[in-house]
């Protein structure tokens, strides 16, 4: 399999303010890097954790890809499964949930991707913030959806995915992280498999409690209310394009010879 790859590069951030939360469902990422827990805020995003723990219990995160790496902005996950064979698959997706921008896109937290232009599209997307991403992202497009935060040493585990090198797949794959794969690796041609995709096993349930971890205390989402004229669509039709065009409901098709997106 010969893709016609290249290298790329990106980043962003700022701040906000402390919202009183009860804090339910724990989830496990584990990925081939290592595991990764995060806490749902289901009081806070009940919508969006309901349609994230849906695909979770349907088993559509299992053999999840990492398609996009943005060091110093997000890595991002979602879309297309790996199941043992090429053309990836495209997850399915249900019903679009409605945004809930209750809480503000800090490093560590998880948050749905949607399309540039409509705040009620995320459906099977996420990403996590790498930096403080709130000046930007807790306005764009009408803010988007942080639903929970990534605890202990997970962190760690995200950072090396976003240090991983990233190369140009086509289509919404254009900055995918690769493990194993360097540009001496490109240039001789090496065929790209699942040992050099960044895969998530799975997302499984591990604490279904009805609080936990009452110890976390996420900043709100204090842009959101303020009068950001330009900061909704219109800021966010540059920006979500740039930076978030791929997030949503396009379909990527791997081939034995490139990626292409259908929308």
């Known amino acids: 399999m010969m893709l016609k790859l290249k290298h790329t590069a990106m980043a962003i951030g700022i701040s906000c303010l402390p919202i009183s939360v009860s804090h339910a469902t724990e989830v496990q990422i584990r990925t081939v890097l290592g595991d990764v827990n995060i806490n749902l805020f289901d009081n806070t995003t009940p919508q969006t954790v309901e349609n994230f723990l849906s695909y979770v219990n349907s ?19 979602g879309a297309f499964q790996y199941n043992a064979a090429f053309p990836l698959d495209s997850v399915p997706t249900g019903g679009a949930v409605e945004n809930e921008p209750e809480l503000s896109n800090r490093r560590g937290t998880i948050a749905m991707a949607k399309l540039s232009g409509n705040p009620d599209s995320a459906t099977s997307q996420w990403f ?115 930076l978030f065009g791929l997030l949503g409901l396009a379909v990527l098709r791997f081939t034995r010879n490139w990626y292409k997106l259908f929308v």
């Open 59 to 77: 088993g559509a995160y299992a053999n999840n890809v990492v398609h996009r790496s943005e060091p110093g902005f997000v890595i991002q996950a």
């Open 128 to 242: 996590i913030n790498l930096s403080d991403n709130s000046a930007n992202l807790d306005v764009q497009n009408g803010g988007f959806t942080v639903f929970g935060q990534v605890l202990g040493d997970g962190m760690d585990i995200i950072d090396q995915i976003a240090a991983l090198n990233r190369f140009d797949l086509g289509g919404a794959a254009n900055a995918t992280p690769l493990r194993n794969y360097s540009q001496a690796d490109l240039a001789a041609g090496v065929d790209v498999t699942d040992k050099h995709l960044v895969i998530l096993t799975d997302v499984v349930v591990t604490d279904a409690a009805t609080v936990t971890h009452a110890e976390l205390n996420p900043p709100a989402n204090t842009l959101i209310n303020q009068d950001n004229t330009g900061g909704g669509s219109s800021g966010s039709s540059g920006g979500s394009v740039g």
